[in-house]
């Protein structure tokens, strides 16, 4: 048997050439490690969607992150996450702006720079210091995007003169096919509109809480379902559900594109903010990346992105955002009222006080409004 | 060695049994102890403090929503073990006294088939079928009839909730009736028994204690669903298990949570242990 040497390998290669090949292997080593670096993972706890492939894979690809997102529903699910979880464990947050407070009171966010971003560029002068967002001069987090909550409705049985006010879910035709998003805090806050309570709709003393009660009860003959976020698209886009309380274009607008006959509307009596904002972590010892994240997406080029987001549509908060959008997509800006004179503009609106930006009841507990919507599911 | 009730104490024995009592003492005693201790911590902040006091128990009991729940989940898993016990037994019976012994084996193998797939996919799949613009209303559409409404209704969660039981019955019984001595049914009818008396009389007596296990496994299974009154009957009327999500949704309500579940386990227990009590009662004067 003739056994292989070096000098005369059945490989192939010489000792020379493997001193070349193990040298040049030694020399590039540095750019190899460099190519492959171990991508920063970033913890993201935000709604749905956020964290989805047509939010961040671009943004992944180009600054080698990787965004681990944990979904939440509902502002006090994120809150439970976050204080049952070791500081520093979400490096980037992404909240309701009703909660955004109660986020900074628990110390679980970082106070912001508000030099590193655009605030000048808002499209409206609320958003600058939007409630919550600010304490004691100190910025603590970045409203992303918003959206409008309204009535939402099939066209082909309400019309858009009926859907002008909350007064159509109660139309007879509508009896069971009126669905409701599982959260007390639209539907409360819609039915204390449509009571007349304007701009003090989320501040109710015993009169106007039980007020609201009485008539959100009369509603319930009205009801055909509770639904979390797949059950509302599920019912208006086979039909079952008529007409949705406590949504907006966040859900229809996403079936409009699709083609489905519904839309949204902001009625006469009002309409509600939802309000997203961004904050990072307290402790995280990624603060420096997630910031460059925050101003990425707060860029035109974030905005668009926002705007088209495929789980859930929402407005642009800047000017040059809204500029891009109209640029980039029209169709999605005309689609959304994104344009100035439209008179849905989600700017005019709030310019008009149609508008009133989402919070929790201020003389009830949360614990009262959803004990009295359990006492509703059940009526 | 003996034990203090006179038996040998059996190390062998013991050895087998051991994986089962550490299993059922992790899983089980450990976690409803945890529960029910869990049921008198208080929400502070949105996070658990350990507590003793009895604020979730009262909260939750004097609260009419959760017995308007309580009743309407009792009831619902009572119809729904009604519907599953009736649709099952012409099959199960078919399957066991009139089926080969090839065709029972091949019925029992497509029946655990569903079982492949996720509930949720499968409760799902009727949204195609029961929406008003769905399979259903569709056909009854050519002959005139319809739309009607069978989502978000009570008839939604039972069609969801026989898509969770049913099989499972049809095996049991099948199962239990297949082991019934053919030679007594035999006997009946040459006593002159009619079919219908041979059933009531011979087999339904003979397979009861299957029959029960069946109707109970059917109840515990409806009882402590969430998946068929969320998505098919649209969460109206909501059921203890949909209760429970509501509660921990707003405001983190563990507690109050686990009362609802040891409420739900209570009743559970309470109707296990009957239904085991009545399928193994003796008739009087029988050994």
């Not at chain 1, 939010?55 to 690809?61: K, T």
């Not at chain 1, 702006?97 to 970082?110: C, K, P, S």
């Not at chain 2, 003996?2 to 994986?19: D, E, M």
């Amino acid at each position: 048997m003739i056994r292989p040497t070096l000098n005369s390998s059945i490989y192939g290669l010489s000792r020379r050439q493997l001193l070349k090949s193990g040298g040049a292997a030694v020399l590039t080593t540095p750019f190899v490690s460099r190519a492959w670096a171990a991508t920063t993972d970033i913890n993201m706890l935000a709604w749905y969607g956020h964290g989805e492939p047509d939010m961040v894979a671009e943004y992944e690809a180009a600054n080698n992150v990787k965004f681990v997102p944990k979904y939440y529903a509902g502002g006090d699910n994120m809150l439970a996450l976050i204080a049952q979880s070791p500081p520093g464990t979400y490096d980037l947050i992404l909240s309701d702006g009703e909660f955004v407070q109660q986020l900074n009171l628990a110390g679980y966010i970082e106070e912001m720079n508000p030099a590193d971003y655009p605030l000048d560029d808002m499209l409206h002068e609320d958003f600058k210091q939007f409630p919550g967002h600010w304490a004691d001069g100190k910025m603590y987090s970045m409203m992303l995007r918003g959206g409008h909550l309204g009535v939402s409705y099939n066209k082909n049985s309400v019309t858009a003169e009926e859907a002008t006010s909350y007064e159509c879910f109660w139309k007879p035709e509508l009896e069971g096919k009126v669905g409701h998003f599982d959260w007390h805090l639209p539907t409360l806050g819609m039915m204390s509109l449509y009571n007349g309570n304007g701009a003090g709709l989320w501040d109710l003393d015993d009169a106007k809480w039980d007020a609201v009660q009485e008539t959100t009860m009369g509603l319930r003959k009205q009801v055909g379902g509770f639904f979390d976020y797949g059950g509302t698209f599920n019912g208006l886009k086979n039909g079952d559900m008529q007409a949705m309380v406590g949504i907006g274009d966040w859900i229809t607008g996403v079936l409009e594109k699709d083609g489905a006959p519904v839309a949204s509307v902001i009625p006469k009596e009002g309409g509600i903010q939802f309000t997203e904002s961004y904050s990072i972590g307290k402790g995280s010892e990624k603060a420096s990346e997630v910031k460059k994240f925050i101003q990425y997406m707060m860029s035109p080029a974030g905005q668009v992105k926002s705007a088209q987001m495929a789980a859930y549509p929402g407005f642009c908060v800047t000017k040059a955002g809204r500029a891009a959008l109209i640029e980039a997509d029209l169709a999605e800006a005309t689609r959304s009222h994104q344009i100035e004179g439209d008179a849905q503009d989600p700017i005019t609106l709030i310019n008009e006080g149609r508008i009133h930006y989402r919070d929790v009841p201020q003389q009830q507990g949360l614990e009262d409004w959803n004990d009295f919507w359990s006492e509703y599911k059940n009526a | 060695m003996l034990s203090s009730s006179g038996r040998k104490f059996n190390l062998y024995a013991l050895t087998w049994r051991l994986p089962i009592i550490f299993w059922q003492f992790i899983f089980f005693v450990g976690p409803v102890l945890f529960m029910v201790a869990m049921s008198f911590f208080l929400v502070k902040n949105y996070r658990m403090t350990e507590a003793f006091e009895f604020v979730n128990w009262s909260k939750m009991l004097s609260r009419g929503y959760f017995w308007d729940s309580y009743w309407y989940t009792v009831f619902i898993a009572g119809v729904s073990t009604i519907c599953a016990m009736c649709i099952a037994f012409p099959a199960a019976f078919a399957l066991a006294f009139r089926a080969s012994e090839s065709t029972r084996r091949w019925a029992i193998f497509l029946l655990i088939i569903p079982f492949f797939t996720s509930y949720l996919v499968r409760t799902f799949s009727w949204f195609v079928i029961l929406s008003e613009s769905g399979v259903i209303n569709g056909m009854l559409g050519y002959i005139g009839l319809g739309p009607y409404t069978m989502l978000n209704t009570s008839f939604g969660t039972l069609v969801g909730y026989m898509t969770l039981t049913l099989p499972l019955v049809v095996i049991l019984q099948t199962v239990t009736m297949a082991n019934i001595d053919k030679n007594l049914i035999e006997a009946a009818r040459n006593l002159g028994c009619s079919a219908f008396r041979t059933i009531w009389q011979v087999i339904i007596p003979l397979s009861k204690t299957g029959l029960i296990i069946a109707a109970i496994f059917c109840f515990i299974l409806s009882f402590g669903d969430f998946v068929a009154p969320f998505y098919l009957g649209g969460s109206q009327e909501p059921t203890l298990p949909i209760l429970i999500l509501d509660t921990t949704k707003s405001g983190q309500q563990w507690p109050r949570a686990a009362v609802v579940a040891i409420m739900m386990m209570a009743t559970l227990f309470a109707i296990a242990f009957a239904g085991i009590a009545l399928a193994y009662r003796k008739k009087k004067g029988a050994k």
